[in-house]
């Protein structure tokens, strides 16, 4: 007798496909992955129904070569969020379990973790602030609460509070934080609290040790998880609280598809299960500070002054257009002084728009990548030119491929030639610094330079956005931001908040246990709103004022965007399919303004040149009703991919 499996494949737009097996073979029953052939390849699918009768389809069905898992992975709850998230996010049900289930696509988080490392935390009293917080949340009786508290307030003290509160209470709860190494402490103090009670995902972890993890939690062995985005789908049986810090954060919206945000997802399962959404961060999402405003849909309280005997940083600005160089003298002159106070200085770099790329001065030509259509950017220490989208890599040039010029200059600046004239300029102390150039290969390069900082064996620590986040030295007096307004050139209309964002975070990491913290922010544009509100630590203001302008423009979150991108090796191909669904979707989306198709700002990438179609609308069931039906009605020819990101972060 031979039986018949529905298996949803990850592959896009597609939602199940038949196969047979036998029964006597093999024990194929729902939940359970297998693998089947694929066209010409063997693909990893989840099988969600099985039954006796053939269903009726016009092609030969093939059979399951393999049943990977004895007992089934997920269930029908992990399988309607699944479609949930289908209907939500325009991604295959099979591309969703299949980022959902471990084992199928990466996360990155953490790497290696062992209780005894953890650093010994005294039990600390919670101040009045803190208090109060954790009483509003566990009793008082609303869906969503947020914790808006300056950096160094003690925002992790109240989330394990409450966690630790909910679990006495029977409850399971999941513990969501960005995806970058830098939590390595917080992870350990969790697991040095939580012991045999909490799995942490991290990358450090093996596929089948991340299955192990899944199975744990499904059988409830542990009341508590700890992870980066994906730790969002964690099948608890009794989830009722989710915990996002740093709220703000960008990862927490995935790259590929599924394009799913986790904000999102975590709203959506605690709606389900009637449980506690509780999010936090110094600069909230523009998203979250306009559900402030409404009480009834969040609740926000407010942790005002920083734990621990800090003080808020005392910040000032230093005008570049008044001065030569990468350092002016009011960031040297301060330098020398925390230096020799024998404190410590953290010097950030906007990582976007700091690169040193090859220019000619005869024709103008720029070097780039001939894969991608980006500025190639120069490494002097390896002294090779980088692709920073592919890799692609390439020996430097004296002379101008296009006109044979030797007129020719390397021009901006990067890291590393930041790194230069800081050593230049401080002989005598330890300069080091982490990039992702400088630790890509390795996380316990990472770690072992993070320590050094901590034991005070480096005098100065010059970053880019990893030393922006989370990060929590005593000793840390000078925080500089070598140039605060790279971030503002970026044609998105998020340039100024992220800018914001940034700036509030980067200074937060100073005077963190000192009353005399300093940051001084270098700029060109200290006019600029995102520069001046910082500077002033007026968040409040700033948000208010963001929010004002996005309500007068109607951009998010008073419309909500889908961005839809066509990738193909061939020009006119992407071109083509644009232009058909940039017409279908003119004729059947009401209220809903259609821009494009365009190129994208990065018209290329990987050989596969990218045309986009952008929709916004202020009543998005109008705009989402049209474009399902445009999408599940599109045929792409086989050269061409279709991303569809709905509530971009990045336009890109
Ligand atoms: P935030 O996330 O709000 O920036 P953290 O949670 O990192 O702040 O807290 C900053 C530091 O203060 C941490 O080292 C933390 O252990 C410590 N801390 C938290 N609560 C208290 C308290 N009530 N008293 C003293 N120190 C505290
Ligand atoms: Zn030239
Ligand atoms: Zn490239």
């Not at 969020?81 to 696509?105: N, V």
């Not at 998203?287 to 407010?302: N, Q, T």
Request: with cysteine; proline share 4%; hydrophobic share 40%.
């Amino acid at each position: 007798m031979v039986k018949y499996a529905q298996v949803a494949v990850p592959v896009p737009l597609k939602d199940e496909f038949t196969y047979s097996f036998d029964p006597e073979a093999m024990d194929v029953k729902p939940g359970v992955r297998v693998i089947v052939p694929f066209k010409n390849r063997r693909m990893q699918g989840y099988v969600i129904s099985v039954s006796d009768d053939k269903p009726e389809v016009e092609f030969a069905i093939k059979n399951i070569q393999r049943v990977v898992d004895k007992e089934p992975l997920f269930d029908k709850k992990d399988y309607d969020l699944a479609l949930w998230m289908e209907r939500f996010y325009f991604s295959s049900r099979g591309e969703i379990l299949d980022t959902m289930i471990p084992g199928g696509r990466k996360d990155t988080s953490f790497g290696g973790l062992d209780a005894e490392e953890a650093i010994e935390r005294p039990d600390v009293v919670l101040s009045e602030e803190q208090e109060n917080a954790v009483r509003t949340v566990m009793e008082t009786d609303e869906r969503m609460y947020y914790l808006f508290g300056v950096t160094g307030s003690g925002k992790t003290e109240v989330f394990l509070r409450c966690a630790e509160k909910v679990i006495e209470q029977g409850g399971q709860v999941i513990y969501l934080v960005p995806e970058i190494t830098l939590t390595h402490q917080l992870a350990l103090q969790v697991l040095k609290r939580f012991r045999n009670n909490v799995a942490i995902l991290h990358s450090g972890l093996t596929d089948s040790q991340r299955i192990a993890q899944w199975r744990k939690i499904k059988r409830s062995e542990v009341s508590l998880v700890i992870g980066a985005r994906s730790a969002v789908f964690a099948p608890f049986a009794n989830l009722k609280m989710i915990i996002i810090d740093e709220e703000h954060e960008n990862s927490y919206k995935s790259g590929n598809a599924p394009r799913y945000h986790a904000r999102q997802v975590a709203q959506k399962r605690i709606t389900d299960c009637k449980g506690k959404l509780l999010m936090g961060s110094a600069t909230p999402s523009l998203e979250a500070w306009h559900l402030m405003k409404d009480p009834s849909k969040m609740v926000r309280i407010d942790l005002r002054n920083r734990v621990g005997g800090g003080s808020m940083p005392k910040i000032e600005i230093a005008d570049m257009v008044k001065e030569e160089g990468l350092f002016s003298s009011l960031l040297q002159e301060r330098m020398m002084r925390t230096l020799a106070d024998g404190k410590q200085v953290i010097l950030f770099l906007n990582r976007r728009g700091f690169s040193y790329y090859f220019h000619c001065r005869s024709c103008g030509y720029e070097l780039k990548c001939p894969h991608c259509d980006v500025a190639m950017t120069y490494h002097k220490r390896r002294n090779i030119l980088q692709c920073h989208y592919c890799g692609y890599s390439r020996k430097p040039v004296t002379v101008c491929p296009e006109c044979g010029s030797m007129d020719v200059m390397y021009s901006g600046f990067g890291t590393e030639q930041v790194e230069q004239e800081l050593r230049r300029l401080f002989p005598l102390y330890r300069v080091e610094r982490l990039d992702t150039d400088t630790v890509s290969s390795d996380r316990t390069v990472i770690q072992k330079t993070l320590d050094d900082f901590r034991a005070g064996k480096i005098n100065i620590l010059l970053g880019t956005q990893m030393v922006a986040k989370g990060l929590n030295f005593p000793n840390v007096r000078l925080v500089g931001i070598v140039m605060a307004d790279s971030g503002l050139l970026i044609p998105d209309f998020r340039a100024e908040e992220r800018t914001f964002d940034l700036l509030v975070q980067v200074s937060g990491r100073s005077g963190r246990a000192d009353s005399n913290g300093e940051v001084i922010i270098q700029t060109r544009m200290k006019d600029n709103p995102a520069i001046d509100f910082a500077t002033r630590s007026d968040v409040e203001a700033f948000f208010d004022q963001e929010l004002a302008i996005r309500k007068e423009t109607s951009f998010p979150p008073f419309s909500r965007m889908v961005n839809i991108v066509f990738r193909s090796p061939k020009a006119s191909a992407a071109r083509e399919c644009a232009d058909n669904v940039a017409h279908s979707l003119r004729n059947v989306c009401r209220n809903t303004q259609i821009y494009g198709p365009n190129e994208c700002p990065v018209e290329k990438i990987r050989e596969n040149y990218r045309i986009q179609i952008l929709l916004r609308s202020k009543k998005a069931s109008d705009m989402l009703a049209g474009l399902n039906s445009v999408v599940s009605s599109v045929k792409l020819p086989h050269n061409v991919a279709m991303d569809i990101d709905v509530d971009p972060v990045d336009l890109l």
